[in-house]
């Protein structure tokens, strides 16, 4: 049985990354892509763990060997996720989560059309703005451009296929929680799942 190709997109600082982590530590099968990018690693942050970070010279090595599922370039640093790694846990029936831009969930719909696309956002436009601040991570020209980028990133919401307004951090996670639950249910990995038992009651 193949696993399920979960993207979750959002502005940043929409809390999109403490709501993944703390799905994964929540529910059983499931892991998030470790990213690759160029950016510079933040305090607290490790390599291979939040994201594999390496130079441009290697990024673009990887890119022209055609070893990334999607790639993008965001404020000024670039992002892939290995298709190899990707592959590999789904094939062993794992589920994936991919944290990812809206231009990365574009390339990934057009290869993989059956995975699930889920947008996160902010109660408001002032809760994002405290909340970057509040990283204190970013120098305050860098949180105003992430500001103004913002209302592009949100306006590609129509394109995915769940909704979650990241007010309360509980709810949100309950819910995030519900949609992994809902498509484990579907009828496609249920018949996978079930198969004998299904044959049985039919004969």
Wanted: proline share 4%; charged share 20%; with cysteine.
């Amino acid at each position: 049985m193949t696993g399920t190709l979960y993207v979750v997109s959002a502005p940043s600082g929409a809390g999109k990354t403490s709501l993944v982590k703390a799905l994964i530590e929540a529910t059983e099968n499931l892991c998030v892509s470790v990213s690759h990018t160029t950016r510079p690693i933040r305090p607290g942050e490790t390599n291979g763990e939040n994201y594999h970070f390496i130079d441009v010279d290697r990024f673009k090595e990887l890119l022209s060997q055609t070893d990334f599922l999607e790639h993008a370039e965001v404020f000024g640093n670039y992002y892939g996720t290995s298709k190899t790694w990707v592959n590999q846990q789904l094939r062993a029936g794992e589920d994936v989560i991919l944290e990812i831009d809206w231009q990365g969930a574009q390339q990934i719909r057009r290869q993989i059309p059956e995975s699930v696309g889920i947008f996160v956002l902010p109660p408001s436009k002032a809760a994002l703005e405290q909340r970057l601040n509040g990283r204190g991570q970013d120098p305050e020209d860098v949180i105003q451009h992430r500001l103004a980028e913002a209302a592009q990133e949100i306006s590609h919401h129509v394109e995915y296929d769940y909704l979650i307004i990241n007010d309360n951090f509980d709810t949100a996670l309950a819910e995030l929680q519900s949609i992994i639950h809902s498509e484990r249910l579907s009828i496609g990995p249920q018949l996978i799942r079930h198969e004998t038992l299904i044959r049985n009651l039919l004969s």
